[in-house]
């Protein structure tokens, strides 16, 4: 997937204009708000239910290398086949490989961000397979070629008219409709047939479970049931770190995830695998392929406080409650992983350089941190970042250099301020600053700022102590 | 060469900083945990229903049947596709099916996987399961799938019907986990939960059921 | 009696000295001794921000000698206090000296309304208003403080005034220091959701207790609604009490 993460602040201000994602942005977060504490109330304690699943996503970060090893050797162990990659290339080199070996045209994909990551289907496309989206959203947006607009409803932004014409344009449905459930429909039988012929199935993994080898698929369409069902051939790829100690750990994430998510109190299907069909079932696959992608991860473990980021499980909460992405969705992030969730991730997995915007386009308001059930830490990990990139910026440096010799000490710092009066009062009329030309522009665009009061704090009080100290003696 | 990749993955994340483990926090006991029978029955009844999935009440094996005719009839099912796993074998289905003019499959009907395949995404009407497990806390039923349990029968047809006998009714999901996974040298192949029928609400969010799967889910409860 | 030590930051020092005149007027009529260091400089949230963290520790070490051995620091700014309390400690973590004296610091100090409520065990402030006000939840205060109670106890004290709710009151107003400049449209934006959640709200007066959030969401009103009014808790406290007298 192309990464268009230098346009945010032009893509963002694009998005600002479009009214109708607008007005569904501006339900999304009441809806959500909503939708989650409605299904947190099952839990006698939702506090403590959220601190249980942090914990865990703490553990499993924390014990990663040993987790993952333990993992390997007891999916080995089930019949699973287990590929390491490096790198997203080595990944989608091994898949295609795998495709052309077995002699399969085409893979159907369960949903799955990691893949993407990779731009698995891209790299597939251009060697001549086909790789189809399976879930309705990602279908949607793979014929449209965007990055998903959220990650649970990744076309959900999008008018029905658009939809019908996308479908139109790719022989899903022959005749014109703007009906929902038809467009569905179309979907269905479009992707039924390409199943029910399925030799290879790609999906992604929610959670893996070091104690028993066991990966964990969540879903609501049945996509990567189906997935899982009808070809000979199942390849699951992980990201490393999506292991946790034990199936119940992965069990009480699961009741997290799933309310975080959508609000339900479990997905439709959760699908868990150990291994490949035994020999006389009916279906599932012959072989099941474990993908561990590593991807820059390895390295990002080794930053203590960057390595946080990796107890994120993709329930989505943090898009949702964001103000920031609740104004302008999801495209502006530019890649797989959008909102606080993108913020904190892209950064890592595509360097600070060309993704500093993620992590500055953020008031630090705390909502993300605040609702995550997997206890990643948002605001922390941006100025992690700033300070990283910190001395990248000239200009920025020599300020803070000076405002450091200022700021050691009160006499230097009042008589600075008491310089910066006049000069920012020279803007003021009527007690208001409506504009200081070059300077905060973007602050003045919309909003003035009072002008200085005659004295500030610090003299106030100084004249009034010694007016009470005259007065005492 | 693989294997190469492997330990070079394994030495970074281990020549990294180690990190504390966290003190981790039990979970406060859910509330499901001192239900009663009848009160487990109706929170597992209520939890399905949130996610549109049906609960019919059978009293014993016997009233199955019946319940299984009059949803073949309503849905105009005329061939289903059915397990064999230990609650249907049982029960005879091929010969009931014969009764009642509903064709009854299972997948040994068929000479390989293709016309087994073509069968249960296009020819049949639904598929009939048992239900290892029910867990109340969600409304979820469990299915072990083997031999006698395939894949696609719960989710290649537009109707899934399971049976489920109320004493494999349980509170939470760990109940289930930790019997299945005691034993590490036979875990299953496939375990799935499935709470409620397929469903997306992908296009303007609004919910549109059998995206990929069953656009229906009943439950028959027995006992 | 009492004695508190007044922390007060940049933005009400500079901006807002009013604010730090109420502050000031309102402990003292309720008993409170203030005293006021007169070294007292920035806390370093901007450099904290801005990913200079070099230059935020020697803020951090600087507040902590000012202030290090008061009971009590009291301030009406709560991102400010949200700073000391989270970022000093992580700040001086490798510098022992410091990261003991920082988490020593951290209990001591207050926003303004925490130490009136919790503190005090004042809840009313003999204050009185007649209308109706709005309560904006300021970020650092709510989620960085945990403190939304307080304010709401103090507001619900006043007589003659109603709190009515306002909704999205706990969205960000769209100020984040330096976001504010830098992504102007999407901060604008988010301002001018919270403006019109405000006038929408029927209240005639909204109050907040953060500078950044005044100035922002001030400045928006400034702009495009003069005639209605944001205001600082401490403000409204302090003045409303005068007035009855
Ligand atoms: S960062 Fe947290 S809230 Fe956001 S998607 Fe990941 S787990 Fe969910």
């Known amino acids: ?473 | 060469m693989p294997d190469d990749v492997r330990r070079f993955i394994l030495r970074k994340l281990k020549n990294a900083p180690a990190g504390t483990a966290p003190s981790r926090p039990p979970l406060p006991p859910l509330p499901v945990l001192s239900l009663n029978r009848e009160e487990l029955i109706s929170l597992f009844t209520e939890n399905l229903a949130e996610q549109t999935g049906m609960v019919y009440r059978a009293a014993n094996a016997q009233d199955i049947k019946p319940h299984l005719a009059e949803i073949a009839a309503r849905e105009q099912v005329k061939i289903m596709l059915a397990a064999t796993d230990a609650v249907l074998a049982p029960l005879h289905l091929r010969a009931w099916g014969k009764t009642t003019g509903v064709e009854v499959l299972t997948a040994e009907d068929f000479p390989d996987r293709e016309s087994y395949r073509e069968a249960a995404f296009n020819r049949v009407q639904a598929g009939v399961t048992g239900a290892d497990w029910g867990v109340a806390e969600s409304g979820t039923i469990c299915l072990l799938h083997d031999r006698d349990q395939p894949r696609l029968i719960s989710i290649a047809p537009l109707l899934h019907i399971a049976v489920l006998p109320v004493e494999r009714l349980v509170a939470v999901y760990e109940q289930v986990v930790q019997s299945v996974y005691a034993d590490k040298n036979r875990l299953p192949a496939h375990f799935t939960f499935i709470t409620g029928p397929s469903m997306t609400a992908d296009i303007q969010g609004g919910p549109f059921k059998g995206m990929h799967g069953p656009r229906k889910l009943i439950v028959i409860l027995v006992g | 009696m009492k004695t508190v030590s007044l922390f007060i930051p940049c933005l009400v020092d500079l901006f807002l000295p009013r604010i730090g005149e109420a502050t000031y007027r309102l402990l003292a009529r309720l008993g409170v001794r203030c005293i006021y260091h007169s070294e007292q400089t920035c806390c370093g949230q901007p450099a904290v921000n801005a990913g200079f963290t070099k230059e935020a520790r020697l803020a951090a070490r600087h507040f902590i000698d000012v202030f290090g051995d008061d009971e009590a620091i009291v301030s009406p700014a709560g991102s400010c206090v949200c700073a000391v309390k989270t970022h000093y400690p992580e700040l001086l973590e490798n510098e022992p000296f410091w990261r003991e004296r920082a988490e020593a610091l951290a209990p001591r100090i207050y926003e303004l309304s925490q130490y009136l409520v919790d503190v005090l065990g004042v809840s009313d402030c003999g204050a009185f208003y007649d209308g109706k006000v709005a309560y904006h939840e300021s970020c650092h205060i709510l989620r960085g403080l945990g403190v939304s109670a307080q304010p709401k106890e103090l507001l619900s004290r006043v007589r003659g005034a109603k709190l009515v709710p306002l909704q999205g009151a706990e969205t960000c107003c769209g100020f984040g220091g330096e976001f504010a400049n830098r992504y102007p449209e999407i901060s604008t934006a988010m301002v001018k959701e919270k403006c019109e959640n405000y006038l929408a709200s029927g209240a005639d007066l909204l109050l907040l207790n953060e500078p950044g959030c005044l100035l922002n969401i001030g400045g928006y009103l400034s702009r495009h609604v003069p005639d209605r009014k944001v205001m600082h808790l401490a403000e409204f406290l302090a003045a409303a009490g005068r007035e009855e007298r």
């Open chain 1, 1 to 473: 997937m192309d990464v268009r993460t230098q346009e945010f602040a032009a893509a963002a201000n694009r998005e600002l204009k479009n009214e109708r994602s607008r007005n569904f942005l501006g339900r999304l977060a009441p809806y959500f708000a909503r939708s989650c504490a409605g299904a947190m109330k099952t839990f006698p304690d939702p506090a403590a239910a959220v601190a249980c699943g942090r914990a865990i996503r703490a553990d499993a970060v924390a014990r990663l290398p040993d987790l993952l090893e333990q993992f390997a050797k007891n999916a080995l162990a089930c019949g699973a086949k287990i590929i390491w990659a490096k790198t997203a290339a080595q990944a989608n080199e091994f898949i295609l490989a795998l495709a052309k070996e077995k002699g399969v045209r085409y893979v159907a994909k369960g949903k799955s961000m990691v893949t993407e990551e990779m731009g698995l289907n891209e790299y597939l496309k251009t060697n001549g397979i086909d790789a189809f989206e399976t879930d309705l959203g990602e279908f949607i947006i793979q014929l449209l070629r965007r990055p998903p607009f959220h990650i649970v409803g990744p076309a959900i932004n999008l008018p029905v008219e658009e939809i019908r014409d996308l479908f139109l344009a790719h022989g899903v449905i022959d005749e014109p409709t703007t009906d929902r459930i038809a467009l569905g429909g179309a979907a269905r039988r479009y992707l039924r047939d390409k199943f029910r012929r399925l030799d290879m199935a790609v999906t992604g993994v929610n959670m893996a479970a070091a104690d028993t080898g066991a990966i964990f698929n969540v879903e609501n369409e049945g996509n990567i049931r189906l997935c899982k069902s009808s070809p000979a051939i199942q390849v699951s790829v992980m990201s490393l770190e999506k292991v946790v100690p034990t199936m119940n750990d992965a069990l009480h994430l699961l009741r997290l995830l799933c309310r975080h998510c959508t609000g339900q109190k479990l997905s439709s299907y959760v699908s868990i695998d150990c291994g490949p069909k035994k020999p006389g079932d009916a279906d599932g696959p012959e072989e099941l392929y474990i993908l561990i992608l590593d991807n820059g991860r390895s390295e990002i473990y080794r930053d203590v406080k960057a390595r946080e980021a990796l107890r994120c499980i993709r329930c989505g909460a943090c898009l949702s409650v964001c103000p920031v992405y609740g104004k302008i969705g999801g495209y502006p992030y530019g890649w797989v992983y959008s909102g606080p969730m993108g913020q904190v991730l892209n950064p890592l997995l595509l360097g600070r350089e060309q993704t500093r915007d993620l992590y500055f386009a953020t008031t630090l308001c705390g909502a993300c941190r605040d609702v995550c059930p997997a206890g990643v830490d948002h605001p922390r990990l941006f100025l992690h970042y700033r300070e990283q990139q910190a001395s990248s910026v000239r200009a920025q440096g020599l300020f803070f250099k000076a405002w450091g010799r200022l700021v050691k000490s009160g006499g230097r710092w009042h008589f600075a301020v008491r310089l910066l009066r006049p000069l920012i009062n020279r803007f003021a009329a009527n007690g208001v600053i409506r504009k200081m030309p070059g300077l905060m522009n973007g602050w003045f665009a919309s909003r003035n700022l009072p002008a200085l009061a005659h004295k500030t704090f610090h003299k106030q009080w100084k004249k009034q102590e010694r007016q009470r100290d005259a007065g005492r003696r």
